[in-house]
């Protein structure tokens, strides 16, 4: 694990940490090709310098958000924001469904919109 988003995780409460630990640890496991560092104060993964995902730690809960994950079509992932992101949270580890998270993984290596380049475009997303 990343030095810096081990500091994340050990900054935050005893039950965050054991989320944002499971968290970490499987997408470093399903996606080792990522890079990953904290990035606008929380840990997010890139793959080719494209934002795919990350976590943060929010007032009640830790939220699991993938960029691209309204394309992901699945039902337990919440939009989150105005682009293409889509969020879900936790309050406890157990509530993590490895198969679930996994498959959320895979696809955010198989769908992507190209945040890298958003600037670039004029705030204007492509799919990649």
Not at 70 to 81: A, C, I, M, N, V
Not at 100 to 105: A, F, K, P, S, T
Request: proline share 3%.
């Amino acid at each position: 694990m990343q030095k810096d988003i081990a500091e994340y995780n050990k900054a935050q409460n005893a039950s965050d940490q054991e989320i944002c630990a499971k968290l970490s640890g499987m997408i470093d496991t399903v996606l080792p090709e990522a890079e990953s560092k904290i990035w606008h104060g929380h840990p997010v993964w890139f793959l080719n310098g494209n934002p795919v995902a990350g976590y943060s730690k929010l007032k009640d809960s830790v939220r699991l958000l993938f960029w691209s994950g309204q394309s992901f079509d699945e039902p337990e992932l919440k939009k989150e924001g105005s682009f293409k992101a889509a969020e879900k949270r936790y309050t406890s580890a157990d509530q993590i469904i490895e198969d679930d998270l996994v498959r959320w993984l895979e696809k955010s290596r198989q769908i992507q919109w190209d945040y890298k380049n958003i600037v670039k475009r004029k705030g204007k997303l492509i799919r990649l």
